[in-house]
Structure formats: C-alpha cells, structure tokens
C-alpha cells in the first residue's frame, strides 16, 4: 500500500509579476518501508518536494496525500499533528537545540507527543542506544562532532517511531567515515523497523545505498529507477 | 513541557539574563523618574504651604487684594477668638496666627552704634506656646545650627546665612526698625537666641523667626495677626477637602461689602499655585509617559530581535510537528516571565534608589541661590503607590508585545520559508 502519492503536483512560486514553477506536474507514488532518492542538481524541486511530502508546504494544483491524509486540505493544525505523530526529519545542518543537551534534544518530539515521563526515558535511552551516544546524553550540541550531531538528528527523528523520515542532504556536512556510519543506520533502522526514507541528495556516497532513485531536472521527474527490491517487492536496501 | 522551555530560558542567556536586564534598566528608570518628579512637586507644595500658603489661609478681604505688600494696616482683628472658634469648629485641623511684617536688623557694637545693617523678612509665629502646632509644622529643631530655641519673650531666631552677613552670633542684643500697622516707626530690642538653616534659598536669605506676641507687642498688633493658617493633620492636601472647608467659612463669616471681614483661601488659590500644580501634574505625566513610551518601544524591539534569532530554532520546532498556535503561546509565555522578571527587579531597584533619594535627597542649593520660590535646596524622590505600578505594567506589557509582534511577523512566512531560512 502506497504512504505518498503525488498526482499532477504542480507547485510555483511568484517571482516578480509572473510565477516560478518549481515542480512541474509531478505522479509518484512510494510505498512502506522505501529507501528512496530525491537526486538531481541544486534548484531542481528535491527540497521543494519534499517540504510538500512533508506536510510543511502545499501544493499549488495537483493533490499529495501521505499516510491517507491530503496534504493540500490540512490545516496548520493538521499538518503540525501529522509531522508530529508519523514523520521525522533530518537537516543538513543537523539543527540541533543548541541550549538542550543530546538527551532533551531527543526526547523533544516526544513531550509534543505528551508521553509519560517514564515512556519518554526508555524511548529517549533506546534511541540513543541505536546511535550510539548513550554516554553523550548529557553533552550539548556544541561539544560534539559533525557525525555525533547528525547522529543525534537520526535519533530525534526515529525516537517517536514515525512512518516516514524525510532527510535533506543527511551527509553534505559529514566526511566519508562519519556519512557511511550514518548511512548504514540509517539503512539498518529502515530494515528493522521498516521505516520509510525518502532523501534529497545530490551525494554520491547516498546514492550508493539507495534502492530507488528519482532524478528531478527543472521540477520535472526525469527518471524513476528501481535498483534493488525487498522481501515484498518494494525499493528497500 | 514548562520544564523544557524554562531550562531553555535560563541556560540560554541571550534568551533570559539579557531581556530580563533590558527589562530591569527600563523599568528602574521609569520608578525613579517618576519618584523623583513626585518628589519634586511634593517637596514644593509642602514648602509652599508650611512657610507661606497653609493648606488654607484666612485674612482680611482688603489684605488678600495686597497681601504681596504685607499690609499690616489691613490685618486681621480679634485673632484669638477666630482661631478658639476654628480649633472648636474645625478640630482637624491645625490652626495657628502669623505675622508677616518687613524691617532693618540692626546690630550694634560695643558703644551701640551700628555695626552691621540687613533688610529682613520677618515671620512671627507661636513659638513659645506649649500647645503651639507651629512646632510640628516648622522643623525648627532640625533647622538649629547655632545657640537654642527661644525659651522667653525677647529672644528671636536669625537665619545662619544672614547672620553671618550681618557678623551676628547667638546672645547678641539686636534691634528690629519697622512699622506699626498704624504707620507709625516701630523700634524693639531682641536677644538672637539661635540661628537656623531651612534648606530653602528663599528663607535662608534674610529670614527673622519672632514669637508672635513679642511681634504683635513690637508693630502694635495686639490681638491681631496678618493670616490664619490652617494644616490637615496628616499634613496630606487636598484640594477638594481644603476647598469645601474654604466655602463653608466665607460663607458663614465672610461679607463682601466689608472689606476687613475674614477670607479663607485654599493653597491652590494662592499665587497661582492652582494652575501650578495642574501644569505640574500634566508636565510629570507626559515626562513619564514618554519615557513609558521609549521603554516600550526598545523592549519591542528587544522581543523581536530575540524573536527573529531563535528564526532556527522556532523551524526546526515546526519540522518536529510543534503546532504554531502552540509555538506561538509558549514565546508569549517565555516572554511574560522575562516581563515579570525584570519588572519585579526593576521596580525593587527603582523602589530602593527613590526611598535613598527621599531620605538623602540630591543639593541643588548652589543652583537656586537667587530663587524667591519656596523650593528646598535638596531635592528628594518620594514612594508613593503609583511607584509600584508605574514601570511594572509597562514593562510586562512591553516585552509580552514584542513577542506578538515578533511572533507575528514571524508566522506569517510560510513554513518552507522558514525552513529554506533554516538551511541557509
């Protein structure tokens, strides 16, 4: 069963006096546990799509439903709540709370889920374990490194468990050793907890690892290609 | 959740310890201001009305018409039955005689002849009475720098200032050349008995204290006083209370065709202290409420400028799935304590430097050395009620605005925006 469907997504911007058309009439469709590429070249709508996927921009025509729910008819309310309880998300620049330490940081989204404190403990601890920062948790952002940070995004977007995780340019910052550590967790939650990952990256180093690659080119999908399938079928690693 | 967003506010400091410091220097300067203006206006009317007005003040019709000359020809008759009817009629109140009068001080030296010379202001008060309110009124104790107070008739206070012009020390005989209030010469021998200082330029100049009967006895004014001054006992003025009391006297003693019948005035009517204190009251409330403005504009700023650096932190909230109606109370909130915070600090501090400077005060004598104003040489702030409110509210209102004007312009972006502004 597909979790994103796009159909005839268009979406353009105002520039000046006439419009920008960032996506151009975009149908894909993903389906549970994909570990799937946004690739293509700077300004060619990966970002802008996946904001859309990602409930935190709509669509100017077509429709995009993710996990059954139309984005282009949620309200803010609606799209908070579903960022909140289905999708996690992974910066560039990791955006960690620089103020919280590494465990507060991980445990965020789980007060917005309003979790008991014991629930978010174990969570918060069981994330950090799949990372490998339990004896970070008491360190803030600023006394890690590049990797560690990342890592810790990885954590914050896993810890409440969601459907999806979008991630946009996971590894621009990272050198090779820190990428290819973070790659293959990433690759390893998508396999034990059959997350679904869709990435925007013109890395080389990501492409490796996925198993679906869609090329976008002036907001036009010019190539959808599946490199490896699942058990079920489906383009996972 | 409150827990997170206060150990957020107070690690970071740019977000607590600096708001909250802006909040407090505002608000502090408002409170002291503000004290000090009251301070400032109060001291006047309290120094106009011990020395000169009264809270009210009865004379003669006709001496009201030239009470600037002090016409002694033109007193007031029959002082102490009026004032033994107004301390049985109006027992609120403090009420006493003076007399007003002008002269040459004379000091002689060993042989008699004149060694030194001044023009006086002279002031006869009950000073020897042992039920005096002028005792309470006049701080003369405070205000000895020199000798004593005078314990039997013939002995008069000098002020320091004029002393020392004049070569005079306590103990020294001098003689008062004046006029009775039929014109005639008035001549009378007095011992100083002390000097004063009043901290008032325009009393510490020529100022001669006499007891009132000595005076009434030297300008032939027996049983006569220039003025009737009455005091509320809390040494409180009001206006509406003085000017009830004022219509009540006229009219049950005052008749318009007689000119030597009593006239009560309120100290608002006198010397155009009404309108004074009227402009007084205006000038003090657009000074504050300029600087209230000033204040709140730079806390607005201040929110918005802490508003638009936590740009990152409020996307990545967002991303997370924070709802921005919620995002949007909790910077309303963070921003409410840091409003509290440093308004309860400003307005402690601003309360503890204005209660300094009504106790200590600040000298601006040498500034008013020329001044014919009743305005004490120190200048003191005073606490009043308003003290505590005045820069409180404006300062939590101020900051809490900030953060809605900077939430605001903030959340009108969309999302993406602030996500792509994330990234940047």
Same mark, same amino acid.
């Given at each position: ?16 006096? %006439?419009f ?12 549970? %546990?994909? +570990? ?18 990602g409930?935190?921009?709509s669509?100017?025509? %077509?429709? @995009? ?19 909140? !309880? ?19 940081? @991980? ?19 069981n ?7 339990t ?11 590049? %990797? ?48 679904t990952?869709? +990435?925007?990256?013109h890395?080389?180093?990501v ?9 976008? @080119? ?7 290609? @599946? ?6 079928? !489906?383009?996972?690693? | 959740?409150?827990?997170f967003?206060?150990?957020?506010l ?12 802006m ?11 503000y ?11 309290s ?6 007005t ?5 004379t003669?019709? &006709? ?17 102490? &039955? ?48 042992s ?9 003369l104790?405070d ?31 001098v003689?008062?050349?004046g006029?009775?209030m039929y ?53 409180v ?24 019948s009593?006239?009560?005035v309120?100290l608002?009517?006198?010397?155009g ?50 709802g ?21 600090a400003g307005?402690?501090?601003?309360i ?11 000298d ?35 900051s ?5 004007? &900077? ?7 969309q ?10």
């Amino acid at each position: 069963m597909a979790i994103i469907t796009t159909e005839k997504l268009i979406k353009r911007y105002p520039v000046g006096s %006439g419009f920008f058309t960032a996506l151009d009439s975009i149908d894909l469709s993903f389906e549970k %546990g994909e +570990f799937a590429g946004l690739i293509g070249p700077s300004g060619s709508g990966k970002t802008t799509l996946l904001n859309i996927i990602g409930a935190l921009d709509s669509p100017s025509e %077509g429709s @995009v439903t993710v996990l059954g729910k139309s984005v282009e008819n949620l309200s803010q309310k609606e799209a908070a709540r579903l960022r909140n !309880h289905h999708i996690g998300f992974i910066f560039q620049t990791y955006n960690l709370l620089p103020v919280y330490t590494v465990y507060e940081n @991980v445990e965020f989204p789980l007060l917005l889920l309003q979790m008991e404190k014991s629930e978010r403990k174990r969570k918060v601890e069981n994330a950090l374990e799949w990372v490998g920062l339990t004896d970070k948790r008491d360190s803030r952002p600023s006394q890690l490194s590049g %990797g560690q940070s990342q890592r810790v995004a990885v954590a914050r977007a896993v810890v409440k468990r969601p459907e999806l995780i979008l991630a946009d340019e996971p590894t621009a910052n990272l050198d090779s050793e820190n990428s290819f550590n973070i790659l293959e967790m990433m690759v390893r939650l998508n396999h034990e907890l059959k997350t679904t990952f869709l +990435f925007a990256t013109h890395d080389e180093k990501v492409m490796k690892y996925l198993r679906r690659k869609i090329r976008l @080119v002036d907001g036009k999908v010019v190539q959808d290609e @599946v490199i490896g399938k699942g058990e079920d079928g !489906h383009a996972c690693s | 959740m409150i827990t997170f967003v206060l150990k957020g506010l107070l690690r970071d400091r740019s977000r607590s310890f600096f708001p909250v410091l802006m909040v407090t220097a505002g608000v502090f300067l408002t409170v002291v201001l503000y004290g000090f203006m009251q301070g400032v206006l109060g001291d006047l009317v309290s120094s106009t009305a011990k020395y000169d007005t009264g809270h009210v003040k009865i004379t003669t019709r &006709a001496w009201r018409e030239l009470a600037d000359q002090t016409p002694n020809d033109l007193a007031l008759m029959n002082g102490d &039955a009026i004032l033994a009817q107004l301390r049985q009629q109006e027992g609120d109140m403090l009420w006493t005689g003076r007399i007003r009068f002008g002269g040459l001080l004379d000091v002689p030296d060993a042989e008699g002849e004149t060694r030194a010379q001044g023009p006086v202001a002279g002031l006869a008060l009950d000073l020897l009475g042992s039920d005096s309110p002028e005792k309470s009124i006049f701080p003369l104790e405070d205000a000895l720098v020199r000798g004593h107070l005078p314990r039997e008739k013939g002995e008069i206070l000098i002020s320091e200032a004029f002393a020392k012009g004049l070569g005079a020390t306590p103990g020294d005989r001098v003689t008062l050349i004046g006029s009775t209030m039929y014109g005639a010469m008035a001549i009378a021998n007095f011992t100083i008995a002390g000097t004063l200082s009043f901290g008032v330029v325009a009393l510490d100049r020529g100022m001669i204290l006499v007891d009132l009967r000595d005076a009434q006895a030297a300008l032939d004014m027996e049983d006569t006083v220039s003025e009737i001054v009455g005091f509320s006992r809390d040494m409180v003025y009001s206006k509406k209370k003085m000017a009830s009391l004022a219509a009540d006297f006229n009219g049950k003693f005052s008749r318009g065709e007689d000119e030597f019948s009593p006239f009560m005035v309120t100290l608002g009517q006198q010397n155009g202290l009404e309108e004074y204190l009227i402009y007084a009251d205006s000038m003090g409330l657009i000074i504050v409420g300029i600087f209230v403005a000033a204040m709140s504009i730079v806390l607005w700023n201040s929110g918005l400028m802490n508003g638009l650096r936590r740009y990152g932190e409020i996307g990545v909230r967002l991303a997370m799935g924070e709802g921005k109606g919620r995002l949007y109370r909790w910077m309303v909130f963070e921003s409410l304590i840091i409003g509290l915070a440093g308004s309860v600090a400003g307005t402690a501090l601003g309360i503890a430097v204005t209660r300094y400077l009504q106790y200590n005060g600040l000298d601006f004598g040498s500034l008013l050395s020329q001044s014919s104003l009743m305005l004490p040489n120190v200048f003191r702030a005073q606490v009043t009620p308003a003290s505590y409110v005045i820069g409180f509210f404006p300062g939590v209102f101020a900051s809490v605005l900030g953060a809605l004007f &900077a939430g605001i312009g903030i959340f009108r972006r969309q999302t993406a925006q602030l996500m792509k502004e994330l990234e940047s």
